[in-house]
């Protein structure tokens, strides 16, 4: 990724990630492993719109970067867990070592296709989580005037889905206004929060990905073996 695929940035105040002041000596040193979510399937969605402008913005801040599309993903428990959308996706949430959701703002709340993406990915696959200790950024879109309801559920579901979600947020207000014909996001304040966030995100995961496993170790579960803390997170939906 090139500045000249960043066309509405200003190139002498966009810097690269030093993750030398962020990774210990024996953090890892590859490219950090980001998933991107978006809550829409229609043709012209802002939310993926703005989904695909992080992604970019990710790229040249160093990352490797993948993106869900939700389109075909079955609502949740309405296919088994080895339908090929929802194998895909726990494959991804797997793989990454942070995330980032972007969903529209509809009657109040996050839409039905952001949250079942989030339903299909389990607190627990066997005895290993899928996204505890995982770096997290929420943003939003809107129709109409700027809400925080749909980042701020989301920062709910976060938290219990034991993410680590970072302080910055982006809700972009109008969206219909804030991308040009070719689907890119105009020059403006909301482009520049969501650098924001975009490079917040870079510097969470370079800082704490090494050390995921010791943050999210702890008492209530050393005291029980493996095979019960299975048991447990896989209970089967009422």
């Known amino acids: 990724m090139s500045l000249a695929d960043l066309p509405n940035i200003d190139p002498e105040h966009l810097l690269p990630i030093d993750h030398t002041r962020l990774a210990g000596p024996d953090a890892p040193r590859h490219a950090p492993r980001i998933l991107i979510l978006y809550g829409s399937l229609r043709e012209r969605s802002y939310s993926r719109l703005l989904a695909e402008e992080a992604g970019r913005l990710l790229r040249w801040f160093g990352c490797e970067v993948r993106t869900f599309n939700p389109q075909g993903l079955p609502l949740p428990d309405g296919a088994d867990a080895d339908h090929p959308k929802v194998a895909e996706l726990r494959e991804l949430a797997s793989w990454s070592e942070g995330m980032v959701w972007v969903s529209p703002e509809r009657h109040g709340a996050m839409t039905a296709v952001m949250k079942a993406q989030i339903d299909w990915i389990p607190l627990a696959l066997g005895g290993v989580r899928p996204t505890q200790g995982k770096t997290l950024a929420v943003m939003q879109v809107c129709g109409g005037s700027q809400s925080f309801n749909a980042v701020n559920q989301l920062r709910v579901l976060g938290r219990w889905m034991r993410m680590l979600t970072i302080p910055n947020q982006s809700s972009v207000p109008k969206a219909f206004a804030e991308f040009d014909d070719a689907g890119r996001m105009k020059p403006s304040p909301y482009y520049r ?17 090494g050390h995921g496993a010791y943050l999210t170790d702890r008492y209530s579960e050393r005291v029980e073996s493996a095979e019960q803390v299975s048991q447990r997170v896989n209970q089967r939906s009422l």
Request: with cysteine; hydrophobic share 45%; charged share 35%.
């Open 193 to 209: 929060r969501v650098i924001d966030v975009c490079e917040e995100l870079v510097k969470f995961t370079w800082l704490t990905r």
